[in-house]
């Protein structure tokens, strides 16, 4: 590969990893940034949960735009105007003096955190068909790293000073766009680019042709509800554990460091030697109900060293996903527009109702544990539908 393109590659997974990073150095802090400013407990839960919901409706709306405006005017400056973006909206965030500031700091933080589509099409625009899946691959291992040492320092950070994870994020995306500003060059040349659509960019437009394929249409629909509750338990993990365990911006911290190492160690260690035993549809049905004994683990752990052990058990639900991406995998060709154009939707989908259907149920804190037992009903759903469809031909 020329040396341009490696110094390419490697901004992108500097600029992905910094994304991931602050993601996770914020999410030990934001709930008690939140509770600063509320009124109560409850009203605390409800307010987090407000916010997740807005980041999470502003990324499904505007990850579309942003990869049609990329197709149009190009990769560069799309991602450097949503890291100089994310970079203020730090800066507001640790500077925010009341809840409206905050409210205002997520909305950019979605939209700005959507250049994630944009960064992934510079990858494929550099990539040749003998580096295309090393690349991908190290696009993974980048959202891997970025959510096992983001954690760790944002509580590390966070017990010294509440605001100083948010000056840190903020400083690591500005000298990142500086960065950039000198190294990145342009991948999609002129003859490549066209027009901007408004078809295009609308969010649900790929989310139609997934009914002409009833394997996919299935999968998809048990994929919204296992991401419904992953991300319903990331939505409320550091309120509830604050709550009923009394941990601390660190401790909070380290064990969603956990989190990120013991996914790391089943998706790298584990996944592909239990599909190559079981097959890709009992590593699913396998994967899923790990994943709901485990909320249920969640919701009756008493202790806190319960927590930490349930953790290690539910990343054995880990290889669900690529046991999920392995099943589709075969025809994917004949079907691969179609799979792509809704994949984002559901992604962003979930992640949407995830956290709106926790900024609700999550004020009853005081029955805390309720939350879990509900996810895993979400989980139950989705293997459901994936077992009706998983007898369909490919």
């Keep these: 590969m020329p040396k341009s393109r490696q110094a390419s590659v490697f901004f992108i997974l500097v600029t992905i990893f910094l994304d991931v990073l602050g993601i996770g150095l914020i999410l030990p802090v934001l709930p008690e940034l939140v509770r600063v400013f509320a009124a109560d407990e409850s009203q605390t839960a409800y307010l987090y949960g407000v916010l997740a919901s807005v980041y999470a409706l502003m990324q499904f709306l505007f990850a579309p735009v942003f990869g049609a405006l990329s197709d149009r005017y190009g990769r560069r400056p799309i991602i450097l105007s ?115 659509s408004l078809k295009q960019a609308n969010p649900i437009g790929g989310l139609g042709q997934l009914g002409k394929y009833p394997l996919v249409a299935g999968m998809a629909f048990a994929f919204v509800f296992f991401n419904l509750a992953q991300l319903g338990l990331q939505t409320v993990w550091v309120l509830y554990t604050s709550y009923r365990f009394g941990w601390d911006e660190l401790a909070n911290g380290l064990t969603l460091a956990l989190v990120g190492v013991m996914t790391a160690l089943v998706q790298v260690g584990l996944t592909q030697r239990v599909i190559r035993r079981f097959g890709e549809r009992r590593t699913i049905l396998m994967g899923l ?105 490919r």
Excluded: K
């Excluded at 100089?84 to 933080?109: E, K, M």
């Excluded at 930490?308 to 999920?324: C, H, K, N, R, W």
């Design 289 to 393: 109900t790990v994943s709901c004994i485990s909320f249920a683990l969640y919701g009756l752990s008493s202790q806190g060293w319960m927590m930490l052990a349930t953790i290690v058990f539910a990343s054995l639900g880990g290889v669900a996903f690529p046991a999920i991406q392995s099943f589709i995998g075969p025809g994917a060709a004949r079907r691969a527009g179609c799979y792509a154009g809704g994949a984002d939707f559901i992604a962003e989908l979930s992640e949407h109702c995830g956290a709106g259907r926790q900024h609700g149920g999550v004020r009853l804190l005081h029955l805390a544990a309720s939350t879990f037992p509900t996810a895993r009903c979400h989980l139950l759903v989705g293997g459901g539908a994936y077992s009706d469809h998983a007898g369909d031909g």
């Design 82 to 196: 949503s890291l100089f973006g994310y970079g203020l909206d730090y800066l507001l965030l640790a500077l925010a003096p009341g809840l409206a500031w905050l409210v205002i700091a997520r909305i950019i933080s979605g939209i700005m955190g959507a250049n994630i589509t944009t960064a992934n099409a510079y990858i494929a625009d550099v990539s040749t068909d003998e580096t295309r899946g090393r690349n991908f691959g190290f696009i993974g291992a980048a959202f891997g790293l970025g959510f096992v040492f983001g954690p760790a320092l944002g509580g590390l950070l966070g017990s010294v000073s509440l605001r100083l994870p948010f000056y840190a994020a903020a400083a690591l995306v500005l000298i990142n766009f500086l960065y950039g500003l000198f190294v990145l060059p342009e991948s999609l040349p002129q003859d490549r680019r066209r027009a901007f």
